[in-house]
């Protein structure tokens, strides 16, 4: 048996016997005092410049999301939404809801200390978590929903491994934030954010956008505890495993940037969302139709958590620009190997990585090394329109901002 086979299966040893020894806390004020100043110091780095969007060259490409009806109602997510805001106190609905164009869109991040906004799911009540949850359902696929689920649940397998600590990882540690007021016609959108679970939802009439998405979790696998079979990410990883198999020696020459993967990739998470980012790796131009059609199956893995009918019209988006999207890769091939890899065009930006241990660093055979254990994924939509901000730009050219 090979040092990483080892390793992984020493790991899952241990997740299934010990759930680990219990790493030293601060106290709770204390703790509180740092996630704050740390959450704040964030902010002010990450929110430093005005929102642009992730562009190839720092010039964004203009034209691609024209302002146009879907055919695709987003009637249910209204309606959804207005029943959320109907069953939260005067006190709730005041914390939970932004303006429409407010720079809250932006303070999203993935690491559990994060201080968020809105109404936690901890200080719901049990009909105000079923409406949240409604509103959850009404904008994502049942594989999204169920993705989103598995993953706040293994939020909670993470507090079991760290001896119990739920004050800081937990299943309902997880924050709402509405911006601007559910309509048929103007625009707004909600948020949903906590550790490794970001969702952002914007809605004008029946467009949405649903970028930035980060989904991630440590653990994947629940190999015991409450929530023992639960997994996550495990397709994402295995379709892109078959992908960078598929291309043949030329195409993968162009498409492995590095075989050597030795810590964290991803590039467009929290507060990146001006990211200059090249095209880089293989371009789909170069594929056979089937090779085409695996990406594209690929592509939709992820586009597809969103509700059924705006997955379609964004994949369709996705496949005008197919010729222009690039594969890119790092790390080995081999069924143990981590790896990163990105899908970049136009219209949209996938990233997913094997990432190094946080939370579980106790538990890794190497504690310095990515793992299958820890993983991101992200979401995003280039050229100015993560959180539907360039359709809102568009919006307000014919309707000034407060005149509609």
Known sequence: MNKRALGVLSFAVLLILGYGRARSQP????????????????????????????????????????LRSTGVSTEPVRKAAVAFLSVLDSDQRKKTMFPVDDLEWRKWMNQDFYVRQGVSFNEMSAGQKEAAFGLMRASLSAKGMKLSRDIMKLNYTLGELNNGNFGRYGEWLYWITLMGEPSKDKPWGWQLDGHHLIVNYFVLGDQVVMTP?????????????????TSVLQDEQALGLAMIRALDEG??????????????NNVSEAFKDNVILDYAGVRASSFTAT????????????????DDGHAKVKMEEVRQHLDNTYFAWIGGTDDTSVFYYRIHSPVVLIEFDHQVPVGLRHLAADPGAPNHEHIHAVVRTPNGNDYGKDLLRQHYQQYPHGSN
């Open 291 to 306: 090779q085409k059609k695996q990406l594209l199956t690929l592509v939709s893995e992820y586009v597809g958590n969103m």
């Open 213 to 229: 998405n980060f989904v991630g979790s440590e653990p994947v696998i629940a190999h015991a505890g409450k929530f023992q079979g």
């Open 27 to 66: 106290q709770a004020g204390d703790q509180a005092q740092r996630f704050r100043a740390m959450s704040l110091d964030a902010e002010k780095k990450g929110l430093a410049e005005a929102f642009k969007g992730i562009t190839t060259n720092g010039t964004l490409q203009t034209g691609l999301f024209p």
């Open 251 to 264: 195409q993968k020459a162009k498409a492995v940037l590095n075989v050597s993967k030795t810590g964290n």
